[in-house]
């Protein structure tokens, strides 16, 4: 039988690239789409393709979703949608409608590409962003989404559009709802990636508020095991959060940080942001029952990889 193929949208991102190089491992043929937006450096993306260009079952399409003719993506068993415009704390002001047209419009277009394709599955890259400032904790798939952040209204409007076109068009669909993932290739906007670079160049690190906001913070690989299990195990339709299984204030990562650099932190404090909840923290019982997943990584080990990454990354740096 031939190997399977799968799309991976949003290919040369952090958590795309990382699936597409998992897949790819895994004898999967891969078909990776791209529009290599300027949201941060994108040779940082090309990087994050590297090995993957030089494989034989893999194909980069370069488009933007939102506005090229879907027609020519190709036929295949399974999609993983990751494309779209991140960062919770940018989406305000004149930037909110790039968040519409990758989040929103671009993830209706791909559904209508594929409503007719007999997919073995379509699974919707989702976010803690769209319970907000959250009512319960640990939160649960059930609790109504009440976004915080103009991003996440346009991750719940990608992933109201993808179960609707699952209830209407007999799609198999599922929605991830990511909490603040971490690690090696995470982007650079993101709260770890400032606080290695600023650690290894001797700069200080911006913390947001007093550093007690609390994130239940992923490791990239259990992320992309999350992908997989959704689509192998054929999850029932519907939405699951993945979460890292712990608690993390920001000044405790900063902590961790400072020991597995051997270097002491100077710190400035500002304002919280507007649209950046205080807590975020995954109830895990579902995906745990239906998808059999736990996550295998936790914050120590993770923080480790992600610093030896950004010591590669930022090699000539101070350190
Ligand atoms: P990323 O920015 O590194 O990757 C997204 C990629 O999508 C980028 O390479 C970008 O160029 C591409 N893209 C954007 N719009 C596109 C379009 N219209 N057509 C084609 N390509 C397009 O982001 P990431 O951190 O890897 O996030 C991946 C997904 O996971 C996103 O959907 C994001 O909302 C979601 N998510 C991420 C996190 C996290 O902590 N990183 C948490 C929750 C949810
Ligand atoms: C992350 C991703 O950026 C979003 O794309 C994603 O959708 C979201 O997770 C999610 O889980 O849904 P965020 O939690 O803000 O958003 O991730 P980080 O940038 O890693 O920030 C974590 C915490 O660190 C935040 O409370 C932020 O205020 C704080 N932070 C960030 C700082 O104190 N200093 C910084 O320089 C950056």
């Given at each position: 039988?031939a ?6 949208t949003?290919a ?11 897949l ?5 043929r ?6 290599f937006?300027?949201?941060?450096d994108p ?16 194909r980069l399409l370069?488009?933007?979703l939102g506005a ?8 295949v ?10 960062g919770v ?24 590409r594929?409503r ?10 989702s ?9 319960r ?12 952040s ?5 991750k ?9 076109y ?13 909490f603040?993932?971490y ?5 650079p906007?993101m ?9 290894l ?8 508020g007093?550093?007690?906001q ?18 192998e ?12 299984g712990?608690?993390?204030e920001?000044r ?31 109830d895990a019982a ?8 736990a ?18 990354l930022?090699?000539g740096a101070?350190?």
């Open positions: 039988m190997e399977p193929h799968a799309l991976v949003g040369a991102g952090f958590i795309g690239s990382t699936l597409v190089d998992r790819l491992e895994r004898g999967t891969v078909t990776g789409v791209d529009c937006t300027d949201y941060y040779a940082l993306k090309r990087r994050n393709l590297a090995a993957a260009a030089s494989h034989p079952g893999f370069e488009l933007d090229a003719d879907l027609a020519a993506l190709p036929e068993r399974v999609v993983f949608h990751q494309a779209a415009q991140p704390r940018a989406s305000w002001g004149r930037e909110f409608a790039a968040y519409t047209h990758h989040n929103v419009l671009a993830t209706q277009r791909l559904l209508e594929y007719d394709a007999s997919l073995e599955r379509f699974v919707y890259a976010s803690s962003s769209v319970y907000g400032d959250a009512e904790f640990p939160t649960g798939e059930d609790l109504p989404p009440r976004p915080f103009p991003y996440g209204v346009t719940l409007a990608g992933e109201h559009l993808t179960l609707l699952g209830r209407n068009f007999g799609m198999k669909v599922t929605a991830l709802r990511y603040t993932v690690g090696p290739r995470q982007r906007d709260a770890f990636h400032r606080f290695c670079r600023a650690l160049r001797g700069e200080p690190i911006t913390i947001y007093d550093g007690t609390s994130r239940d913070f992923t490791f990239i690989t259990d992320a992309v095991e999350a992908n997989l299990r959704a689509w195990r054929a999850a029932p339709q519907g939405v699951y959060n993945v979460g890292g712990s608690q993390v920001v405790e990562a900063v902590a961790l940080l400072e020991r597995v650099l051997g270097v002491k932190a100077a710190l400035r404090f500002e304002p919280r942001p507007p649209g950046d909840p205080p807590r975020t923290r995954a579902r995906i745990r029952a239906d998808l059999g997943f996550p295998a990584t936790g914050i120590e080990q993770g923080l480790a990889a992600e610093a030896e990454w950004a010591r590669g930022y090699a101070r350190s």
